[in-house]
């Protein structure tokens, strides 16, 4: 019985294979395009980082920065708020243990891993701001940055025990609150141009256009800051590092604390 | 000359890669899954950073090395570690 199963499993994925495979290779989903007609990305990777043609560049000589906040902003700002709520749902199906202090009190792991772990922390933290901070200069930007240093508040809740986060002073309500207010930063970035140039600009605009004078700054010193993706950038890896900080805060309690978010409607929940 | 030798690697990754996917259902241990599944995003960031989306394995390596393997263990720490036949 268990044999025919199998067999019966292995025909199906083969079938699903076949009739994903043969309409794709006979042309089913249309003509695949050529290496050489590819106008649109020569375009936007041609005026991205292009001092001759300042009217349309973006000042970031990183190209998917650009393409990701400047190009497409409003994509990423739409990715960013479906992240947002996610984080949001999740924590309303938890409401009841919210910003409550742990039951457990351990003291964490042994002396030698707490200085191992302190010294790491440290290069965590460091390597996610720069690669934040340098988001318009290098591969990166603000979700990376930000899930770079999300991995730090989880190994001090499993080094330094919980007691530590539940009394240390980025309590449950502050983080929230940085959060809402990252948000707000993006949606005030994207603004800001049309409050400061009263009208005379578009959302999500980061240079100087033809017709419009308003604009972030391109340099400071010589370092190029591609304008408004900086800004983005910052308040995005803020954003992404307090929701993966408050998820896990949530996942990590001890099983008598969650457990009474699941009891059920009988225990009066 | 030196792409198709970064085709080989990319190959080779890949296959290495499915023999991880393959341990990694096939184990009846959950933490060694979780280990091996660790293994199997490490090649997969390998071949991102050969395809040249070095931004995308800045957050594979956080996510899928870092915070899954985490997420998972912290699951099978409430459910039990190895698997009822």
Not at chain 1, 42 to 56: E, M, P, R, V
Not at chain 1, 102 to 113: A, H, M, P, R, Y
């Amino acid at each position: 019985m268990k044999k025919h199963r199998e067999m019966i499993f292995i025909t199906l994925l083969i079938v699903i294979m076949l009739v994903i495979l043969i309409p794709t290779l006979l042309g089913g989903i249309g003509p695949i395009p050529h290496g050489d007609i590819r106008p649109l990305a020569k375009a936007y990777l041609n005026s991205t980082f292009n001092i001759y043609i300042k009217d349309l560049w973006t000042a970031s000589p990183e190209a998917v920065a650009a393409i990701v906040w400047d190009y497409r902003g409003l994509d990423t700002f739409y990715e960013t708020i479906v992240f947002y709520t996610a984080i949001v749902s999740c924590l309303i199906l938890y409401r009841e243990i919210l910003g409550k202090r742990d039951i457990s009190k351990g003291e964490g792991l042994s002396i030698v891993v707490k200085r191992v772990t302190a010294i790491s922390l440290l290069g965590i933290l460091v390597v996610g701001a720069s690669t934040v901070l340098h988001g318009m200069l290098t591969p990166g930007g603000g979700f990376q940055g930000g899930a770079i240093m999300a991995v730090a508040p989880v190994i001090v809740i499993i080094v330094f025990s919980r007691l530590l986060v539940d009394t240390s002073r980025l309590s449950y309500s502050k983080v929230v609150t940085f959060r809402n207010l990252a948000i707000l930063g993006i949606a005030l970035t994207a603004l800001i141009p049309i409050i400061l140039g009263f009208g005379n600009a578009f959302i999500f605009q980061n240079q100087y256009k033809r017709s419009t004078n308003f604009s972030y700054p391109t340099y400071i010193f010589d370092v190029p800051m591609g304008g408004s993706l900086w800004f983005l950038n910052l308040f995005e890896g803020l954003a992404v590092f307090m929701a993966f900080y408050l998820a896990f805060n949530i996942i990590l309690y001890s099983e008598e604390v969650s457990k009474e978010v699941i009891l059920g409607e009988e225990y009066g929940y | 000359m030196l792409e198709e030798t970064i085709f080989i690697i990319i190959g080779l990754i890949s296959m290495i890669s499915v023999l991880f996917v393959a341990l990694a259902i096939v184990s009846k241990d959950l933490l060694k899954a979780i280990m091996f599944s660790a293994v199997q995003s490490t090649l997969y960031a390998f071949l991102l950073f050969l395809l040249m989306a070095p931004d995308i394995v800045l957050v594979y390596i956080a996510i899928s090395v870092g915070l899954l393997p985490l997420i998972s263990i912290v699951l099978i720490k409430k459910v039990g570690r190895y698997e009822k036949t």
